[in-house]
C-alpha cells in the first residue's frame, strides 16, 4: 500500500520540477502555488464527504482516491514529505486518540 503512495509522490515531485506545466496537471496546480492546492484539497474532501453522506461506495473510493492525490499534492506545495507524515502517524499508533489530542491541546 504505502509503495503507490510513495510512487505517486515521486510522481509528484517530479512534476514540480518540470519547467513545462502544459503537459501536467500536477505542475499546473502546483506552479499556482500553496494555497491553490490548498483550496483544491478542500473541494476534494467536501466532494468526498458528500458521497460518504450519500453512502455510495464506488463514488467515495473515487472521491477518497482524489484526496489523497490533492493532499499528497498540498504537502509538496509546502515541501513537507509523506515521510514526516507517516512517522507522526507511526508515533501516534496504539496511543489512545483521546490521549493524543490531550498532549497537543497541552502543548499549544
Known amino acids: 500500500m504505502s509503495e503507490t503512495l510513495a510512487r505517486l509522490e515521486a ?3 517530479t512534476r514540480k520540477a518540470e519547467a513545462d506545466t502544459g503537459s501536467s496537471h500536477t505542475a499546473r ?3 499556482k ?3 491553490k492546492c490548498a ?12 458521497e460518504a453522506v450519500k453512502g455510495d461506495r464506488e463514488k ?3 472521491e477518497a482516491a482524489d484526496v489523497v492525490y490533492h493532499l499528497l499534492v498540498m ?3 509546502r515541501d513537507v ?4 507524515v507517516l ?3 507511526a508515533r501516534r499508533e496504539g496511543q489512545s486518540g483521546l490521549a493524543e489530542k490531550a498532549s497537543r491541546s497541552s502543548n499549544s
Open 11 to 13: 510522481t509528484i515531485l
Open 87 to 89: 512517522d507522526v502517524l
Open 29 to 31: 496546480l502546483l506552479a
Open 39 to 50: 483550496e483544491k484539497f478542500g473541494e476534494e474532501a467536501v466532494e468526498a464527504i458528500i
Open 75 to 77: 504537502l509538496a506545495s
Open 60 to 62: 467515495l473510493t473515487t
Open 33 to 35: 502555488g500553496p494555497e
Open 81 to 84: 514529505a509523506l515521510a514526516d
